[in-house]
């Protein structure tokens, strides 16, 4: 009995990682988090870490507040390291596979645990969008980003319109992303909770490499702006690091 379960259990995972592999999901994944893998997120002696923010917790003033960015960073994205650490250890062996980076693990993300879909969603997010902010934020991108935003949604106005929206509309915990498909389409999505569109999951509607990420948990804006996202997310546009979404886009 318990060996033809496991059979059962086999031959589901083997189906489940071909019809993953045969896809392009990985290979549209990959740039996006090799470089946030290399980079940015550090993984020390096998386990992963707190990436540092890349300014300090007040310079987002007075946009997103220092105490606000402080306990997101310290507390509530070290949870998610912590955890993320303590649910890996749970996780066979041969089904994370080598090497054990994000990308591989959202890619197999149908057969994780929860606690490693939520902590390593909430990893990853939170190191894109710390990047994603910066003191010189704001404004509108340039280049071919924004040649692709004018093309797609007929004007950066029109775009921040829809994404705003999109934010808005994402009920209780979540993200809303502008994502780069595989197609090399841009597209605006939301996902609940700590989800991304890295995850192969038959839920994740749009999938490829997020451009642009922004937390609309409470945590994110509670302090300063109580009830109101939408003040937070006017404010969070006057902080969008277009750089990085750019050299995302690119990649
Ligand atoms: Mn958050």
Do not use: C
């Not at 995972?13 to 996006?32: E, F, P």
């Not at 692709?148 to 979540?174: C, N, P, V, Y």
């Not at 498909?181 to 999938?207: F, R, W």
């Amino acid at each position: 009995m318990v060996n033809s379960r496991r059979g059962f259990f086999k031959k589901v995972a083997a189906l489940t990682l071909g019809a993953i592999a045969s896809s392009n999901i990985i290979k549209s994944a990959s740039v996006a988090t090799e470089f946030l893998e290399k980079e940015i997120l550090p993984i020390d002696g096998g386990k992963y870490t707190l990436p540092a923010l890349p300014y300090a917790y007040d310079a987002l003033e007075p946009h997103i507040d220092k105490l606000t960015m402080e306990i997101h960073h310290s507390k509530h994205h070290q949870a998610y390291v912590n955890n993320l650490n303590k649910a890996l250890e749970t996780v066979d062996g041969n089904v994370l596979g080598s090497p054990q980076t994000l990308e591989n693990i959202f890619s197999k993300m149908v057969l994780m645990p929860a606690a490693v879909r939520n902590n390593a969603g909430g990893h990853y997010n939170h190191s894109l969008f710390w990047q994603l902010m910066s003191t010189k934020g704001g404004g509108e991108p340039k280049g071919a980003l924004a040649e692709a935003i004018k093309t797609q949604f007929g004007s950066f106005e029109e775009f921040k319109k829809l994404f705003t929206d999109a934010a808005m509309k994402r009920f209780g915990s979540g993200w809303a992303w502008l994502v780069k498909t595989k197609e090399g389409k841009l597209a605006i999505s939301s996902t609940a909770n700590q989800d991304n569109p890295l995850m192969v999951l038959p839920e994740i509607d749009i999938k490829g490499t997020p451009i642009l990420a922004l937390d609309v948990w409470e945590h994110a804006y509670y302090l300063k702006n109580q009830n109101k996202r939408a003040d937070y997310i006017t404010s969070w546009w006057n902080v969008v690091n277009w750089e990085m979404a750019e050299k995302l886009y690119n990649l």
